[in-house]
Every structure is written in C-alpha cells, then in structure tokens.
C-alpha cells in the first residue's frame, strides 16, 4: 500500500526549484515596475480588479504597440491573477499584439485593410497588395482586418488609429508620410445645444416622479420599438424582465456593433451623442440600475473620445453622478457583440458566449441582473416620448409599423445610413433613397441582414424588410445591414468571403461553429458544391453550436444554394445534388 507521502513525492520529484516555488518564467522586476508607472502603484488601486484586464491590457498595447511575454506576467503579479488567465484572455481578442520571448515586436505602424464584402466588392483585395508591395515592412506591417463599421465609404484602410475613407495607396502613402495616425475630428452636439433643444428633459421629469415606469413603459409598448441590435425583442418586455429581478441590477449598452455591413450606430453616436446618452440613462433609471456601462467597439477611437467628453459635460453640470457611467473598449471580437459574451468581455474574461438559461435579465454582469440594449434602440427613447408613440409606429409601409435605419452598402449610388419606413421593399430603399443602382450595375443579389441574415434573389427584392417578414425565405434583418451584390460580383467569392469572416471570429468553444464554419470555407473554395454536405453541415452547425454565429454562419450559403444555382453555373461553379 502506497502511502500519501509516497504519492506526494512522486507528484513533486519532477518539480525544478525549491518547493513551494510557482512554476513558470520568473517574474521581471523592470517589467513590473513599468507595469506599475502606466498603471499606478497604490496597493488599493481600483485598476487592480478582474473586470479591467482588458483596460489594462488596452493601456500596455496603447504605450508599446504590443504586449511582451514580460509585461504580461507583470501584470499577472499587478492584478493578482494568474498567467494562464491574463494570456488566454490577451490572446483571444484581435487588437492585443502578443508578442512571445522568441520573437520580434511587429513594425511600429500597423495598416489594417478592412476585408468584408462591402470593400472587398470595392477592391480592398487589390488595395492590400499594392500597399504590401509599397511598404518598407520592417517600419510598417499590411494585415487584413474584419469590418471597422464604415460601409458606405469603402475601402476603408486604418493608420495606426486613423481611418481612411474611399481609400487608395497613395492615401495611405500621404498619412504614412505625414505621421499624422489620430483619429480625425467629430463635429458633435455639445451639452449646451442639446438642452437647448429640451435635452434631458424626460430624463429630469423621471427623476422628479413625474413621468412614472409604467407610463414610459406603456409608451414604449404603444410605440412598437423593438431591439435594434438583431434579435427585434419588444423594448418594454426586456425591460419588465430585469424589473421583475431583485436589485442590484445593472444597465449595459452594446455600442459593439461588429456585423459586417452595420454602421447605423456609429452614424447616431457621431451626431447625437447626448440624444443616445439620455435614452441610455432613462433605461438605467427604469430598472433601478446601479451603474450604466457602455460597451463601444475599439474600430470607433473616435468615438471613445466624443464619449469621454459628453460623459465628462454630464458630471460637470450634475445631471449624472461621476462615475455612474463607465465606458469600456472592445478589443476586436465580433463575437462580443452577443450579449451573454458582452458580459463575459465586461468582467475582463475572454468574449465566449455562456450557456443559457439563465440569461442575462437574471444573471448577467457580475452576476446581477442586467439590461442590454443596443445604441440605436435606446437613441429612439427621447424623441418617441417627446413626439409622441403614434408618431413613431405611424410610418412603415406594406403592413408594417415604425421606423428603421438602414446601413447600405455595396453596388448603389448612395450608400449610407437611410431612416425609412419599416416594411419598405428593397426595390423601394434602393429607387427613393439610394440613388438606383451603380451605372453599368444590375441587381443580383442582396443581404438584408448583414453576413449573418442570409441572402435573397433580385426576384425577390419585393418582400417587406422588418422583423417577421424574412423568416419564410430563410433570412432575417437583424440590424438592417443591407448590402447589395450585381451581376459584375463572383457569387463564390461573396460567399468565401462571408464564411472567412465566420471562420476567423469563432470564439472557439463549440465544435461545431469552431470545425464547421473551416468545413465550410474549404467545400466552397471547390469548383463543385455537394448540396447534400453542405446541407447536412449546416444542420449540425445551427442545431448545435453554443451561439447565433454558428447557427447563422451557414445562411448566405443555403440562400445561394436554394436561389442561385444558375447565376453559379455561369460562374464555374457546379452545384450538385
């Protein structure tokens, strides 16, 4: 019989060091103190706290252009956590450079070229490789990137920081010359102006009582608003959920709005950013929250800026309590754009959606309660409770009621952020408000939702676009991402190019999103589609993954499936079964 002792020193006789001593590298004491110049070093800092990790990551990448192997355990001892935490959690979002202790740092200036469908139709592929082939790459790296939420004036090429529109090399070659890599100037509605204009009014009005819960509720209800975000949840319901929750309960607005083709929120937040913080700070008070977070995708630097300043004008004039509002950066995930992994990214964790229920209006933010709107759907508050619920659910066409801000893009003359009816035709989006069709362009194809909403024929560019009204052709709306394809576009590449996306922001938990979505990317890299495969792949990965990205990832693919064969066949591609 083997003793404990026995089975312990056999446990440890392997171990290097004196006992008792952690494994791993040691730590840098010069790594740590520089660690501590960024972050401070009282003993009782409030930067010590899991929920910013992410911030502080934010803080080292910001300072260095990347994040060492050295600064990472520094940190690691800093918050008191462990390594495997802090580099799981540096490694999982986009934006941190980790760099390890066998390699070189990357070259001091990153350009990023946006790939989604929108600037790839308006040839980033060639853009890319012609500022590869331009640059010096020891001072500056050329690497592809996901969707940075500015559709309409695509390419689009980030500087360091600063965003290129309608861009070209010798744009790009000019900011590099210059070394001019900050965000530019937002003309913003400042504090004054909006309370000229009867700003915070309904906020003032609930605070004093005399606008009641039930009445804003009631409102709401006549009104029709719905989440703008994707999933069309009835506002008032979410919030006699979390109402319904023993306090303390908190608020969280998802400004993450990563879908490729989205950048209606990004357009109100730029205009209007006291309109959105008012609806924001109305539904906190709903809800009795202790505390509001606004969660803002780190693809808007520009818009950090214009939050921290509005936020700041709040505090100054006392109409909100300094530090009620906390501001917090992505870190490039498109998957933190779900709400369950919203939260997880808030507490300072990898952005991996959790398993439901229970859902976040019962266990949410630091395992309270928590509300989770979207920018867009909390912008409406104010102007709906000052012109009236009739007002709003009064437009729409063809049946349908209210409005609805449509981010277009892809092959017509305006692209853009068009507020329309719910309800109207695409046909109709793109004839009144779009400018018709891109000269030598005819309408093929179209996304009504964004990557993950499907894909629908020119022969059925008729069908009402609101919630509700998509489901029968296997698509949805979601956040009214219209992007629009004609006949000059390769079907195939539309569809590598949706799947790629898919493929690179699996979170990685579940098996089928994480195997699928690269399943799916090779089979349609091949001249010949198997209907029957594709079919089957599809089911497991709707029936079976965690989330909405590997439930949706297959959309486009089964629309071009069912709608496009022939298109396809002209194209080379065989589509089989």
């Keep these: 019989m083997v003793s404990k002792i026995d089975k312990t020193q056999r446990a440890t006789s392997g171990r290097r060091g004196p006992r008792g001593k952690p494994r791993g590298r040691d730590l840098d004491p010069a790594a740590l103190a520089e660690v501590e110049s960024l972050l401070g070093t009282d003993e009782d800092s409030s930067l010590r706290r ?112 600063r965003h290129l529109r309608y861009a070209t090399r010798n744009a790009v070659n000019a900011v590099l ?103 924001a700070l109305v539904s906190a008070w709903a809800i009795d929250a202790t505390a509001l977070y606004i ?84 912008y409406w508050i104010p102007l709906i409770w000052k012109r009236g619920a009739e007002w709003f659910a009064g437009h729409g066409r063809h049946g349908r009621s209210g409005l609805r801000s449509f981010s277009v893009s892809g092959r017509i003359n305006k692209p853009g952020v068009h507020l329309a009816p719910a309800g109207i035709t695409l046909n109709e989006l793109i004839d009144e408000y779009c400018g018709g069709m891109q000269e030598g362009h005819t309408l093929v194809a179209y996304l009504p939702g964004g990557a993950s909403g499907g894909i629908l024929p020119a022969s059925k560019a008729d069908i009402p676009l609101d919630f509700d009204t998509l489901q029968a052709h296997d698509c949805f709306i979601g956040s009214a991402a219209v992007m629009v394809v004609s006949d000059q576009d390769d079907l195939r590449a539309v569809a590598t190019n949706l799947l790629a996306f898919f493929a690179d922001e699996s979170c990685g938990q579940c098996t089928p999103c994480r195997v699928g979505t690269e399943k799916m ?13 594709l079919t089957r792949l599809s089911q497991v990965m709707m029936d079976a993954s965690i989330c909405g990205l590997g439930q949706a990832a297959p959309n486009p693919v089964l629309g071009l499936l069912k709608d496009f064969r022939e298109p396809l066949a002209a194209q080379n591609v065989i589509v089989r079964g």
């Excluded at 506002?235 to 006699?240: L, M, S």
């Excluded at 509002?325 to 507490?347: D, F, K, N, P, Q």
């Excluded at 090779?522 to 001249?527: E, F, G, H, I, T």
Aim: hydrophobic share 35%; with cysteine; proline share 7%.
């Design 50 to 161: 899991r929920d910013l990790l992410i911030e502080n990551l934010h803080t080292l990448q910001d300072a260095y252009g990347h994040v060492t192997l050295r600064h990472l355990r520094a940190l690691a001892t800093f918050m008191n956590l462990p390594m495997a935490a802090v580099y799981e959690t540096a490694t999982f979002y986009a934006h941190f450079d980790v760099v390890h202790d066998d390699q070189a740092p990357p070259p001091p200036t990153t350009i990023r070229v946006c790939d989604s469908l929108s600037c790839q139709l308006a040839g980033a592929d060639t853009l890319q490789a012609e500022l590869q082939a331009s640059v010096d790459p020891s001072q500056v790296r050329v690497i592809r990137a996901p969707c940075m939420g500015r559709c309409d004036t695509a390419p689009i090429v980030e500087v360091g920081h």
């Design 177 to 279: 010359d210059t070394g001019h890599y900050h965000p530019e100037a937002i003309d913003w509605q400042k504090l004054d102006d909006y309370l000229d204009k009867d700003g915070y009014q309904l906020l003032g009005d609930c605070q004093k009582g005399k606008v009641s819960v039930d009445a804003l509720m009631t409102m709401l209800e006549a009104s029709g608003l719905r989440g703008l975000g994707g999933a069309g949840f009835p506002t008032y319901r979410k919030w006699g959920f979390v109402r319904a929750e023993p306090g303390p309960r908190y608020c969280v607005i998802n400004a993450d709005e990563g879908e490729p083709g989205t950048f209606k929120d990004r357009y109100y937040l730029e205009r209007a950013p006291h309109r959105f913080l008012e609806g």
């Design 295 to 378: 969660y803002l995708r780190d693809e808007y630097p520009g818009l950090h800026r214009v939050l921290h300043e509005a936020i700041a004008e709040l505090e100054a004039a006392g109409l909100v309590e300094p530090g009620y509002i906390v501001t917090r950066r992505g870190a490039g995930a498109y998957i933190c754009g779900e709400e369950s992994a919203l939260i997880e990214s808030l507490e300072g964790k990898p952005g991996k959606p959790r398993h439901r229920p229970p859902y976040v209006a019962q266990v949410g933010l630091f395992d309270r309660p928590t509300l989770v709107n979207n920018v867009e759907t909390v």
């Design 521 to 533: 990317l090779a089979l349609l890299k091949r001249n010949t589609w198997n209907v029957a495969e």
